[in-house]
């Protein structure tokens, strides 16, 4: 599965940004998708999930509230919508698939689809 992230930029703190990633691989509706972000010096952390129905979706703890995660599988696309942000939001945001789990969703190491991955960047 090939994915590709976008919708990265710079934005003040307390705005707004949509994330998108897409793919043209015609199984996308059979996988969880995830985004991660790794800001500098800094492992990759988890973000969110969404299950291949769209019916469960998680967060991090330092996100809750604020972004939300969709997809549309009719378009091969998931979304990661990030309303009030932080300047510690900044980071290079990476989207992940995968259909099956031996441990936590959470675990980056459970994913073998990577996108690129797009920045983000939140100015004070």
Do not use: H
Not at 33 to 58: D, H, L
Not at 72 to 85: E, G, P
Not at 107 to 117: E, F, K, M, T, V
């Amino acid at each position: 599965v090939q994915l590709q992230a976008s919708g990265g930029g710079l934005v003040q703190a307390g705005g707004s940004l949509r994330l998108s990633c897409a793919t043209s691989d015609r199984t996308f509706s059979t996988y969880t998708m995830a985004w991660f972000r790794q800001a500098p010096g800094k492992e990759r952390e988890f973000v969110g999930a969404i299950s291949w129905s769209g019916i469960s979706i998680y967060y991090a703890d330092s996100v809750k509230g604020r972004f939300t995660i969709s997809r549309d599988n009719a378009k091969n696309t998931v979304y990661l919508q990030m309303n009030s942000l932080k300047p510690e939001d900044t980071a290079v945001y990476y989207c992940a698939a995968a259909r099956f789990f031996s441990g936590s969703y959470t675990d980056r190491g459970q994913y073998p689809y990577w996108g690129r991955g797009t920045l983000v960047t939140v100015s004070s």
